[in-house]
């Protein structure tokens, strides 16, 4: 089951399901409940929240649907919302693909390597990703996120996918200066010695509307992972760049293993997300490094679940920005 949040025709958050690639919406689905239950889960980690019939629940309607023959929607006509607009915690993975440690000339890590976001960072699909003063060395990085489905804590790894309800298209935007990579760097100048700023800015956490739950898809047999820069101004402008070509088959510590360490000391709940980690291939490690600047777009794309674009404006663009 794939499910995709996105906005009514009122604008308020709602949850409806692919088929097929076309929707059935969430007031499709709303209509034929009885009970106003549906009408507030606005978002997928609403569901999840609740209890362990809700996969079921979902399922059921779904498939009341489709025999009714309520008319599917393009997806595309319909504005986007993260499958996972408020998550309590964001855990990040660093270097768990070889060809992206290796690309950072870099060791093959040991254990984990473990870093935060939070939800200040998260925006939907078209939202603007925004380069905020003093950095100019904005970068993209395609990961799988993993959302937590039940709560776990101390979790063995041969039981922790029983605690996943999916999976979600993430980027990890990072400024690179920020973060002390010297090829970011200009001579002389060092980083700010820890990745919050570098990582957890407002905007940076792109999060696609698709969530595919654990029986749709399935990372350890290999799922590919795409980066693309399409220049906003230039001779390539408008032209879509490819930047990473990854696969999940490729995962250092794959996502059983990761639920299971992270639970050990950081407790889980239902609507966590877990960025997996980024393949090779992102600018800062090109040579001369490809930065992200305002009026690019990015997308990134997992297969099996979608893919999440947005473009890139300047901080005194912001269209968050206060009047």
């Known amino acids: 089951m794939r499910l995709y949040a996105h906005a009514g025709r009122d604008g308020s958050p709602r949850i409806g399901a692919l088929v097929d690639g076309a929707l059935i919406t969430g007031g499709q689905l709303a209509h034929q409940e009885r009970t106003p239950t549906l009408r507030t889960w606005q978002s997928p980690c609403c569901l999840i929240a609740g209890d362990d019939s809700w996969k079921s629940d979902m399922e059921g309607l779904v498939a009341r649907a489709i025999r009714r023959g309520a008319q ?59 380069r905020p003063p003093g950095t100019r060395a904005l970068d993209l990085e395609v990961e799988l996120g993993v959302v937590i489905g039940r709560r776990a804590r101390r979790v063995e790894e041969a039981v922790a996918m029983d605690h996943v309800a999916g999976y979600v298209v993430v980027n990890d935007v990072s400024a690179r200066d920020w973060q002390g990579n010297p090829q970011a760097l200009p001579e002389g100048e060092k980083g700010d010695g820890q990745w919050l700023r570098a ?122 920005m206060d009047d």
């Open 72 to 130: 599917r929607r393009d997806p595309a006509a319909r504005l986007p919302l993260p499958a996972v607009a408020h998550p309590g915690k964001v855990v990040c993975v660093g270097l768990n693909y070889g060809d992206h440690v290796r690309e950072g000339g870099r060791s093959l890590p040991t254990r984990p390597m473990l870093f935060a976001k939070f939800d200040n960072a998260v925006i939907a699909a078209g939202e603007a990703i925004v």
């Open 199 to 320: 990582k957890g800015s407002d905007t940076f956490l792109p999060l696609g509307p698709v969530l595919a739950t654990t029986d749709e898809i399935d990372p350890s047999a290999g799922l590919t992972l795409r980066s693309w820069r399409i220049p906003g101004s230039g001779p390539d402008a408008g032209t879509a760049i490819l930047m990473q070509d990854g696969n999940t088959a490729d995962l250092l510590f794959p996502v059983p293993a990761l639920v299971s360490f992270i639970s050990r000391q950081i407790t889980l709940e239902p609507g966590d997300v877990i960025a997996t980690g980024t393949p090779a291939g992102v600018g800062v490690f090109r040579d001369p490094p490809v930065f992200l600047e305002p009026g690019d777009r990015v997308r990134c794309e997992i297969e099996g679940i979608g893919a999440v674009e947005n473009p890139i404006v300047d901080w005194t663009d912001d269209p968050r």
